[in-house]
Structure formats: structure tokens, C-alpha cells
């Protein structure tokens, strides 16, 4: 291996597999969450650790930011940057929040919402879709967001976007690097505080995705600037195989320690590789339908996570039918989340640019 002349950051090229990586991981996420449910002791979980996807992606928004905003804030302001971010996040936001207030009202398989007031599911909508945290609901565990859990990961996406168009593009390199070292530390404290890196998704662990957020997009941010990309021959599959060794490692007694040091290097490492890799002609498609299936299926998928929980609880459901259920639902949430993108989300957002440049 070895690293590529920083003229290749110059044009700008498609990180075809970067964008199949973000596909793995999403879909690692949602097997992750309807495994939760079977096995809320983590450390039973085969995929027990998926939670870390989102600090791969946290990873790789900074790196892709970085490459596409680096060069043309000065020139597009930050007025535009951010119209592109809420236009680019948002419609998915409120889509995620519909369905999170329609399973929350109308789950067919338990759920207590006559427990809250008409006035209080009001206000879980609405911090819903408006990104404000609001952890009230006792029996979700006090998601900072009770109607779309996920969402807690959009809210850190856009403080570090916020940061990035007022502070970090500025800054030097060099600055950039003595933040993400206080980063680091500040990550390895909750680390070992903590005995992991879950948190961020909750009332009681809120600044732990700070921390999260802090280290991983800096990160991703580093990376790009310094031309960090490293040539190899690993491709889409390679690469798909060790991002997907993190997500199954093993639970030990220096649990924080591992997942430590897979969030300060290990991520970092498999960006550099990933932007870097050559790609078969015949997985190219296939990178792309995952690229851009990614971000729909993390926003859709876990209004039917709820669900499924609460099915689990009521007729406990084991071996060949168990699988069975988790399996069609992954196929069922891909083919609704297909369907979020090419009927509401594309075409939402180029309605939305259209009006933004006055077409």
C-alpha cells in the first residue's frame, strides 16, 4: 500500500466505495436494534456491537464535509451551507417523525399511548421533528427523541455541522489536530467512565454523543485535509468484511478500551482505505443503491423497531421463526426505505434546490 499524491483529492471524484460502507453499516445498525430487542443484555448480542456504525458515520460525514465544503464556503456563505444541510437532513427528519407518531398511536401489538396527554404527544412530535431532545418516555428508555430514537445521531450531525461552517473550516490544519487530541481524551474519559461508547441516545448519557460527535468528525476532517487516503487493492468486499468484524467483536472486561481504540484508529484507518480502493465494475451499482439507501433506511426503520419489540414481548417467538421475522423485516424495511427515496425524498429535495437557486 501507499499513499496517494494529494492531487487526487483535487477533482472530485465519487468515493464509490465509501458510500457502499455507509450502506454496511446502516443496515448493521437496523440488525443491531431488532436484535436489541431479543437480547437487551448487549453482551449476548451477536452483533452487539453495531451501535459503533454511528461512530463510522459521525467518521466519514466529517471526511465527505470536508471534501465537498472545504473549498467553496468562501465563495457559497454559510446561509447557503446550511439551507444545502437542512434540505440534504431534514425532509427524513420529518418523515421519521410521522412514522414514529403513527406506530406510536397505532401499534398493533401493545404501546401505552392513552398514558399521555394530547398535548404531550404534540410535543414529542414536534421535538421530534424539530431536533429539540425531549426524554420523557419512561419505557423507551428516555430516548432523547421518544418517536424516532435515531434521531439523536441527526441532532450531533448538525451541532457538528453548525461548528464546521462557523469554526473548523477556518481553522488550520494544525489547530484541527490539537482539537481532535482533546477530542480523543475527552472520548477515552467517557470510554472508561461509561465501560462504552453507547451512550449519546439518552437524558442520562446526552453528552456522551458529544464526545462522540467531537472526536469522529474531526477525525473525518483530518483526514481529507491531510490527503490521508491510502492506496489498495481491499475493494468493496475487503473492506465491507473488516467494518463488519466491529460491529460482532466480542464483549471482555476492557470492553471501553476496544471500542476505544476501533473509534480513535480503526475507523479512521478504514476511511483512509475506503477512499483510497479500487472497485470492481460490477459492484459499483451496487455500492451506489447502498449509498444512497443508507440514510432513508436509518430514518425509516425504527417506527417498526418498536413494533417488533413489542411483538417479541407478546408472543416471544424463537429459533427458525425468530430469524425468520427479523429477516423478512430487514427485507421489508430495505424495500420502504427504497420506496421513502424515489418517491418522497429525491423528489422532495430537487423541488427544494429548485426553489433555493430560483428555477
Same mark, same amino acid.
Given at each position: 500500500m501507499n499513499v496517494l499524491m494529494p492531487q487526487a483529492l483535487q477533482t472530485k471524484q465519487h468515493f464509490t466505495v465509501l458510500d457502499g460502507l455507509r450502506g454496511i453499516a446502516a443496515l448493521g445498525v437496523v440488525t443491531y436494534h431488532f436484535m436489541e430487542m431479543v437480547y437487551p443484555d448487549y453482551t449476548k448480542n451477536i452483533i452487539g456491537h453495531g451501535f459503533l456504525a454511528v461512530d463510522f458515520f459521525f467518521c466519514l460525514s466529517g471526511f465527505v464535509i470536508g471534501y465537498a465544503y472545504d473549498d467553496r464556503m468562501e465563495k457559497i456563505g454559510m446561509v447557503e451551507f446550511f439551507k444545502s444541510r437542512i434540505i440534504r437532513l431534514h425532509p427524513l427528519v420529518l418523515l421519521g417523525s410521522i412514522l414514529g407518531l403513527l406506530a406510536f398511536l397505532f401499534d398493533p401489538f401493545g404501546g401505552h399511548p392513552?398514558?399521555?396527554?394530547?398535548?404531550?404527544?404534540?410535543?414529542?412530535?414536534l421535538s421530534s421533528?424539530?431536533?429539540?431532545?425531549?426524554?420523557?418516555?419512561?419505557?423507551?428508555g428516555f430516548n432523547l427523541f421518544g418517536l424516532n430514537a435515531p434521531?439523536?445521531?441527526?441532532?450531533?450531525?448538525?451541532? +457538528?455541522? *453548525?461548528?464546521?461552517?462557523?469554526?473548523? #473550516?477556518?481553522?488550520?490544519k494544525?489547530?484541527?489536530?490539537? @482539537? =481532535?487530541?482533546?477530542?480523543?481524551?475527552?472520548?477515552?474519559?467517557?470510554?472508561?467512565?461509561?465501560?462504552?461508547?453507547?451512550?449519546?441516545?439518552?437524558?442520562?448519557?446526552?453528552?456522551?454523543?458529544?464526545?462522540?460527535?467531537?472526536?469522529?468528525?474531526?477525525a473525518g476532517l483530518l483526514i481529507f485535509r491531510f490527503k490521508w487516503i491510502i492506496k489498495n487493492k481491499l475493494g468493496f468486499i475487503g473492506l465491507s468484511i473488516l467494518l463488519s468484524?466491529?460491529?460482532?467483536?466480542?464483549?471482555?472486561?476492557?470492553?471501553?478500551?476496544?471500542?476505544?481504540?476501533?473509534?480513535?484508529?480503526?475507523?479512521?484507518?478504514?476511511?483512509a482505505l475506503g477512499a483510497g480502493t479500487s472497485i470492481h465494475e460490477s459492484l459499483k451499482k451496487l455500492c451506489a443503491f447502498l449509498g444512497k439507501i443508507s440514510?432513508?433506511?436509518?430514518?425509516?426503520?425504527? +417506527?417498526? *423497531?418498536?413494533?417488533?419489540?413489542?411483538? #417479541?414481548?407478546?408472543?416471544?417467538?424463537?429459533?427458525?421463526? @425468530? =430469524?425468520?421475522?427479523?429477516?423478512?423485516?430487514?427485507?421489508?424495511?430495505?424495500?420502504?426505505?427504497?420506496?421513502?427515496?424515489?418517491?418522497y425524498d429525491i423528489p422532495l429535495r430537487k423541488y427544494l434546490n429548485s426553489k433555493r437557486i430560483g428555477k
Open positions: 392513552g398514558i399521555f396527554s394530547i398535548g404531550k404527544i404534540i410535543l414529542l412530535f421533528a424539530l431536533l429539540i431532545p425531549f426524554p420523557i418516555i419512561e419505557e423507551r434521531a439523536w445521531s441527526l441532532f450531533w450531525e448538525y451541532v +457538528a455541522n *453548525i461548528f464546521y461552517a462557523f469554526i473548523l #473550516y477556518r481553522l488550520s494544525k489547530y484541527l489536530l490539537v @482539537l =481532535a487530541i482533546l477530542g480523543a481524551f475527552v472520548l477515552g474519559t467517557v470510554a472508561y467512565n461509561s465501560g462504552s461508547l453507547m451512550g449519546g441516545w439518552a437524558g442520562s448519557n446526552f453528552w456522551d454523543g458529544g464526545a462522540r460527535i467531537l472526536y469522529s468528525f474531526l468484524l466491529t460491529l460482532v467483536m466480542p464483549f471482555f472486561q476492557y470492553n471501553w478500551l476496544s471500542e476505544l481504540l476501533v473509534v480513535l484508529f480503526y475507523f479512521p484507518l478504514l476511511i440514510y432513508p433506511l436509518y430514518m425509516t426503520h425504527y +417506527a417498526a *423497531i418498536w413494533m417488533f419489540g413489542n411483538y #417479541y414481548n407478546t408472543f416471544k417467538p424463537q429459533g427458525i421463526e @425468530l =430469524a425468520f421475522v427479523i429477516t423478512m423485516g430487514i427485507l421489508l424495511l430495505l424495500g420502504f426505505a427504497y420506496l421513502t427515496m424515489i418517491l
